[in-house]
Each structure stands twice: as C-alpha cells, then as structure tokens.
C-alpha cells in the first residue's frame, strides 16, 4: 500500500491529474461556447436559423448534424489553443536549448589501441604508447 501512496504522490501523477481536470474544464467551456455563443452569432450574420438545430429523420432514428458540426468547430478550437499555448512554446523553447554550443570533447581515441583518453594525456594508459600532439 505505501508503493501505491508513492505513485500517487509523485509529483507526475499529481501534475497529469491536475492537467486532465483543467483540460476537461477548457473543453465544456469551449464546448459551451460554440453552442451557446458562437453558432447563433454566425446564424445571426447568415440571417438564418441557428445550424445546431439542424437534423433529420430515416425510419425514427435522428441524424443531429447541427451538433456533429458544434463538436467538430469545438476540437478545432481545442485544437487551436493547445497548439498555440502549447506546442509552440515548447518547440520554441527546444529549438533555443539546442541553439547552444556543444562541450569541447573531454577525451580522444589512442591511435594505437583505439582506447578513450584524457585529451591531455601525452602517452596512453592503456597501451603506453606515446600520442602525438
């Protein structure tokens, strides 16, 4: 039961789960918005009905087109802001991190036994042979 305890404290967990409920909440107000807010001001600019009324009947089953496309303008929202309030900035922090110069090299190769060596080192440990300089 404590390695169980340790998962869930670990800060990962908490962060993930801390994550998914800010994310569920951004989603039913984007959602909301959609619905609510944004398809009736687009009905009212197009001077027609609202299109998440929009459905059909085949044999008794209702086809709700109007709210396929609500969902579809939500995840392209959704979409939208994860990308640019997080891939961005992120491969924009990435691409800085790898903008920096790399270590000069610590160690060389014997020419002789092919061993790694102190790059100031003037004779192998390995083999004893002398290293040029």
């Known amino acids: 039961m404590s ?5 869930l404290l670990r800060g990962n967990v ?3 789960a801390v994550g998914i409920v800010i994310g569920a909440a951004f989603g039913t107000v984007v959602s909301s918005f959609v619905k609510d807010l944004l398809t ?5 600019i197009v001077r027609k009905p609202d299109f ?6 085949i044999n008794g089953a209702k086809f709700l087109i109007g709210d396929f496309v609500n969902a579809v303008v939500s995840f392209l ?3 939208a802001a994860v990308y640019y309030a997080v891939v961005l900035p992120v491969n924009a ?3 800085r991190v790898s903008k920096q110069p790399a270590a000069p090299p610590s160690t060389k190769k014997c020419p002789e036994c092919i061993s790694e060596i102190p790059i100031e080192a003037r004779r192998c440990a390995f083999c004893t042979s002398p290293i040029p300089t």
């Open 3 to 7: 390695g169980f305890k340790q998962f």
């Open 14 to 16: 908490v962060d993930m």
């Open 40 to 44: 009736p001001f687009i009905a009212a």
């Open 52 to 57: 998440s009324g929009i459905a059909f009947e």
């Open 77 to 79: 929202l959704i979409a």
């Open 93 to 95: 922090l990435v691409a």
